[in-house]
Nanobody
Framework: QVQLVESGGGLVQAGGSLRLSCAAA????????MGWFRQAPGKEREFVAH????????DYADSVKGRFTISRDNAKNTVYLQMNSLKPEDTAVYYC???????????????WGQGTQVTVSS
């Protein structure tokens, strides 16, 4: 079982940037795909981005394309989400997840982090 710990969340003004990190313990991530999801108050959790085990394949939700970038450093067992041009509607708890394949389908991920809060003020 892999343990994931997110960090880097916080309060930022609209137009600002944050970089989230997801560090893994207990298993090496290099053979697994990773995803970022988010859940805003009163809404269901939604897909944000995913990256293949090699880092060569990425995909994003339409709402974040051109603003967010997912990357990974397998040597550090860490995945990142660089978030630029943040909007108030990006406010949510952000979760990272690990799974056998890069997908936007939530149930295909087998382990999840505890989440990190991102709040964007207008």
């Amino acid at each position: 079982q892999v343990q994931l710990v997110e960090s880097g969340g916080g309060l930022v003004q609209a137009g600002g940037s944050l970089r989230l990190s997801c560090a893994a313990a207990g298993r090496i991530l290099s053979s697994y795909a990773m995803g970022w999801f988010r859940q805003a108050p009163g809404k269901e959790r939604e897909f944000v981005a995913h990256i293949s085990w090699s880092g060569g394949n990425t995909d994003y939700a339409d709402s974040v394309k051109g603003r967010f970038t997912i990357s990974r450093d397998n040597a550090k067992n860490t995945v990142y989400l660089q978030m630029n041009s943040l909007k108030p509607e990006d406010t949510a708890v952000y979760y990272c997840a690990v799974g056998p394949s890069a997908t936007a389908t939530e149930w295909r991920y087998t382990s999840w982090g505890q989440g990190t809060q991102v709040t964007v003020s207008s």
